[in-house]
């Protein structure tokens, strides 16, 4: 049980266009969804916490108007890179979290911004 | 601040080495949660173990360990025989303990593990 996905698992694109993200909890409901970012060779960086329902909260220095995130259901949430750049290239990871503090990762979405 | 260190960038071993990967961890909570994940190229993150602040009882799962160290605020993991399939990229993490949700994670830089036949 708990699996998250991801779709797509990688995506290239033209610079100016926006790409949409989609991260689903398969076989359990998940009251928080978190958006995390990883450049070549670091580490995650948290970039937003989606709660079904409401508005995300978004990381110190993350522009919201950017990367936007909707979290419509328990068991989807999806981030939008809107007018993405190749600075945005990079690998996307959502996790979907259960109470106490447990939280299962999909397997990351590949973003190529030519 | 939470803040988590994971001082080696990277290291290389010879298959059947033991390894330590080193994690310290800053806090204010008195109630949190550490984690250990794996990331192998493939880039998804394997779950390896969570621990409460409460339990500072080491785990030994395989040929894997972990000394949890309240006192000088570590969690460190020990791979014992280490193999090539273990050389992967491997993150510590910690959580604020939230009662009625799940808390964000905060990732150390990861150490980069290079096992050698």
């Known amino acids: 049980g708990a699996v998250v996905s991801q779709h797509p698992s990688w995506v290239i694109c033209k610079s100016g266009t926006s790409v949409k993200i989609e991260c689903r909890s398969l076989d359990f409901q998940a009251t928080t969804m978190f958006w995390y970012r990883q450049f070549p060779k670091q580490s995650l960086m948290l970039m937003a916490t989606s709660n079904e329902g409401s508005k995300a909260t978004y990381e110190q220095g993350v522009e919201k108007d950017k990367f936007l995130i909707n979290h419509a259901s328990l068991t989807l949430s999806t981030l939008t890179v809107t007018s993405a750049h190749p600075e945005d290239s990079s690998f996307y990871i959502c996790?979907?979290?259960?109470?106490?503090?447990?939280?299962?990762f999909g397997p990351g979405t590949r973003l190529t911004v030519l | 601040a939470q803040k988590v260190t994971q001082a080696q960038t990277e290291i290389s071993v010879v298959e059947k080495e033991d390894v330590t990967l080193d994690c310290v961890y800053e806090?204010?909570?008195?109630?949190?949660?550490l984690f250990w994940y794996k990331q192998p190229p493939s880039g998804e993150l394997v779950f390896l173990i969570r621990?409460?602040?409460?339990?500072?009882q080491n785990e030994i799962s395989g040929r894997y360990s972990w000394n949890f160290q309240k006192s000088t605020s570590s969690f460190n993991f020990t791979i014992t025989a280490s193999q090539v399939v273990d050389s992967a990229v491997y993150f510590c993490?910690?959580?604020?303990?939230?009662?009625?949700?799940?808390?964000?994670?905060?990732f150390g830089q990861g150490t980069t593990l290079q096992v050698k036949p």
């Open positions: 993490a910690l959580s604020e303990a939230r009662s009625s949700n799940t808390g964000k994670l905060i």
């Open positions: 806090t204010r909570d008195t109630t949190y949660y």
């Open positions: 621990r409460n602040s409460f339990d500072e």
């Open positions: 996790s979907a979290g259960l109470f106490y503090n447990e939280q299962f």
